[in-house]
């Protein structure tokens, strides 16, 4: 009786793993698949249309124009505020025509007239101090010293931007975590099944010698 219950629960153990691991290897094939459709074609697409070249700060500006953001004050609590343009015209190795700089596609795409956009704040005062300070930034610090800088066909040709938003870092991250998911998928389906072969196998051994 008490073999036969512990012969039971040791095939429940087993049916539990071979559930685990189909469950880990689905996770990680829909993860592959979703990951894939939405970060490895537009990565994929940006390094097919783009690639890098050496900037040159030409010059640093404020546009009279202001543009809307909107802050967070609290869970239900949103507002408009308003941020001088700044723009950073650079020449580019692969161009001798002046160049509008981004600080990524992100930005890009929000404001395309603009070089940065500022963490929206309440004030419109404090808007316009963190601009007036990443223009000092570019003027002083950075003056006329060259920085690598990435181009996309695709995007806008004229425009460049100062990092790339599908770096190698996400994309290794993106489809490592699923890969491990599948693999101890894998590996836990086998292992289960190799214990259940190895089992069996010694049960058949005992039945003979019992026999």
Sequence with gaps: MARGRAAY???EAEDKSMRLGFLLIAAGLLS???LGCCWLRPALQERGG???ANCTVLAVRQLGERFACTFSCGAACRGTARYPCLQVLVRTSRSAAPALL???????????KCSYIPPCARDDQENSENVTYKQK?????????PFTCYFNQ???PDDVMLKRTHDETVLLHCFLWPLVTFLVGVLIVALTACARSLAARAEAIQRKKHS
């Design 137 to 145: 930034y570019w003027k002083e610090k950075v003056g006329s010293q």
């Design 32 to 34: 592959l698949l979703g």
């Design 154 to 156: 695709h995007l806008r």
């Design 9 to 11: 629960e040791y095939t």
């Design 102 to 112: 981004h600080e990524d596609e992100r930005q890009l795409r929000t404001n395309p």
């Design 50 to 52: 783009g690639g890098a």
